[in-house]
């Protein structure tokens, strides 16, 4: 199944794109991406952790990724 | 009635307003934390900083705070504002205001706010050093 990422601060730089579409196996669930994206763009490792989040809410490593979704990849956020 | 503001722009932050929209003749006060770009970090002399947001998501979860907020404090009402893009020593990245009937609930309500936001909201600030850049909170 496809689905988008999108890239936000430090992960942006890192891996110098601020949206991809890629392919994932059907219901893969976060964690799994997450070590898919580890293997992908190994210098995601140089931040010390990062959250995904799903159509715009954060999301568990437990949840299941649906075709189509936008997930994104939030390090640790900075703002105020 | 609207009971919250939340927002996020590329222009500069305007005080007045969120002090404006919060004002209400049934509230004995407002509490308001301006955050400000320091000149410094670590000792080490900042330029400026660049502020960038998801943006859809980082309006999601303010007004997330903001709903907790009005139902977790004796609050009438509050502003969330948030300024994107890059800030010069002294300007204003983020307001909190808070109207309440009696100060306790506005200065608790102020509190949560913007240390939830610090903690949850998708806002990354970039420093500029004299000698390089820094995404703040990212390295290990």
Known sequence: ?80 | MKKSSVLITPKKLNLQDCYDFVQAASCGGIALFVGTVRNSTKNKEVSLLDFSAYEPMAIKEMQKIADLALTKFQIHKLAIHHAVGELQIGDIPVIIAVSSAHRNAAFEACQFAIDTLKETVPIWKKEHFEDGEVWVNSHP
Do not use: R
């Not at chain 1, 669930?29 to 989040?53: G, M, V």
């Open chain 1, 1 to 80: 199944m496809k689905i988008q990422l999108l890239f936000f601060g430090i992960a942006t730089d890192l891996v110098g794109e601020n949206s991809v579409f890629i392919e994932l196996k059907s219901a893969a669930t976060i964690s799994e991406l997450k070590k898919d994206l580890l293997k992908k763009y190994s210098k995601l490792k140089n931040i010390e952790d990062f959250a995904i989040a799903v159509n715009e809410e954060y999301g568990e490593n437990d949840l299941v990724l649906q075709e189509n979704d936008v997930v994104a990849i939030i390090p640790p956020v900075s703002g105020g």
